[in-house]
Every structure is written in C-alpha cells, then in structure tokens.
C-alpha cells in the first residue's frame, strides 16, 4: 500500500523530532514537544560564544546570557540520559541539568580559551545528581563528598548487577574503598542506606489499623528509674570532689574547678596556660584528684561511677 505525501510527510517529521532528541530518548510527547521547541534556537561558533560570553561578564545582562543558555539546551537533554536510571522523571532531570547550565553561564571565565560546554557540563551533572539524590530518599544519604560519590558508584554497580548478572558478582566492601580511597566502614554504611528504603511511621502493623509505626518507637528519654540513679550518683559523685578539696593544692582546686566539675570542660592546653603549666602536667594533677575521688566513690559503694 502507497503512503500518501501528507502520511510520509508526518512520519518524516516525528522521526526528525527523534533524531533531534538523541538516542534513548522516550517516545513521551511533552519531551518531543520541548526538543522541537530548543531545537529552534542555533548552535553558537566558538566566537559567537566567545563574543556573548565576554559582553554578558562586561555588562552582566541577561539577554546575553539568555542567548548562551538557549544555545547549550540541547547538552542538558544529552546528559539527562545518563541519569534515567535513577527513577528521576526526564523533565524534572532536564529542569535541574538547566539550572546547572545557568549556573555555569554565570560563572563562566571567557579568558581561558574553552567551550562553555565543557565548563557547564559539571554544573549541569552536579544539580541532575542531588536531584536523583533527593528523589532517592527523603533523608540525605549522602551528606559529605565521598558519600555523594559512593552513593552512585553503588547505585552504578547494583544496576550493572541487575542487568548484566553475568558480567561477574560485584566488588566486596573492601575492595571498593580500596578503589574509591575511602574507608570500608563508609562503603557498607551507604550499602545499607541504599538497601533501606523510606517507611512512612504511620504505616499500620499488622491487622491492628490503630497501631502504627511510631507507636513502637522507643523512647530517647530516660525514665524514672534511670533519673533517679543519675541523681544519687551525681550527688555522690559531687560529695567526693568536695572531701578532697581541703587537702588540695591551688593548682588541684584550679582543675577541679575548671576541668573535673565545669561544663564545659576547659581543655588541658587552657589549664596550662592559665596555671604556666605543660598539657601533661595538668593531665597528671587531673589523674592523681581522680583517684582520690574514685577511692571515695568506692568507700560508699559506687563503683560503676569510678
């Protein structure tokens, strides 16, 4: 069966729209729409680039860097796709990918003879990886630089695993801190991150609809069993720092003042300063009025506080 033009033709351009968003792009129409929509703004030469670049740091108008952005849109929807594993929606990637790309546009050095692009392209990666991040998880699980890399080298290799079972069985803990120069403790902490997911506390457990999560949280707070205990001990513990007060020297009644009884506590480089002393003198005089005070603590019975 013969296509008529007006079908070739329709075809013809919703192929182009595919070609023009790249490969791996998704047949979603808004995602079309918004490539066809980008793709009406011009790629920038070098020196038009550089010409823009070097007005919009002289005058910092937006419409020069209005010009730059619109012409690097194209980049954002390539680098989306590197992170379309992460559960993250493409457009949501592509919003935060632009907001890097204007990020860079702001900070970007004309001076130093490289493509916009190539500066922006961190920027752009930087914004599409916290947003992954937080759709994660509603609780950072990754807080510091190094968690932030172990969180998707992980990520990286638990979809390699899925995917490709065959490729052999994933590196062990020690292994991957070994590579990344972090500690092993850190690698098996984000492993275990990223094995539990979020739980809403109100969640019901069992048949029981009144009994929730939360409901079985323990308490952070001591009961009273507990503040009485810390009561006594602390008011024999005061009892003991008193007897050995009398038969003190100044410099004993200095750290016990300051050191043993304060809060907070003065550091021993303070104390020595204060008392012409070194920082090993004072941790001696501290240590001879804690025996004393531990061997009246333990005249009475209370050994757990020595």
């Known amino acids: 069966m013969n296509m008529t033009t007006q079908e070739t033709s329709a075809r013809g351009s919703k192929a182009a729209k595919r070609r023009a968003a790249g490969p791996g792009i998704c047949d979603d129409p808004i995602v079309l729409r918004y490539m066809a929509e980008i793709g009406r703004f011009p790629l920038l030469s070098v020196e038009e680039e550089q010409a823009l670049a070097r007005k919009y740091v002289e005058t910092r108008e937006m419409r020069y860097a ?38 860079g546009v702001k900070r970007f050095d004309p001076t130093r003879g490289y493509r916009l692009v190539s500066y922006a ?5 930087a914004y599409m990886r916290l947003a992954a991040m937080r759709e994660f998880s509603l609780v950072r699980v990754g807080t510091t630089q190094a968690q932030r890399k172990l969180f998707f080298t992980l990520r990286a290799a638990i979809a390699e695993r899925e995917v490709g079972a065959g490729r052999g069985a994933p590196l062990p803990p020690a292994e991957l801190a070994r590579r990344l120069g972090v500690r092993e403790a850190d690698v098996q902490m984000m492993e275990t991150r990223l094995a539990a997911r979020d739980t809403s506390l109100d969640q019901a457990i069992g048949d029981d609809p009144s009994l929730s999560r939360v409901d079985r949280l323990a308490a952070d707070t001591p009961d009273a069993e507990e503040i009485v205990s810390r009561r006594e001990v602390g008011a024999l513990v005061r ?15 200095y750290v016990l003042k300051h050191r043993l009884t304060a809060d907070p506590p003065q550091t021993l480089q303070q104390i020595g300063k204060q008392l012409h002393v070194s920082r090993e003198r004072v941790r001696q005089i501290e240590g001879a009025l804690l025996t004393k005070v531990r061997a009246r603590l ?9």
């Open 66 to 103: 209005q010009q730059l952005v619109n012409a690097n849109l194209r980049f954002v929807v390539k680098i989306a796709q590197e992170f379309r594993g992460y559960r993250v929606p493409l457009l949501d990637l592509i919003q935060e990918g632009n907001l890097g790309l204007m990020a």
């Open 121 to 125: 392209v961190w920027w752009i990666r």
């Open 239 to 253: 009892r003991g720092v008193r007897e050995v007060t009398p038969g003190a020297t100044p410099k004993q009644i």
């Open 298 to 306: 333990q005249a009475r019975g209370v050994h757990a506080a020595a």
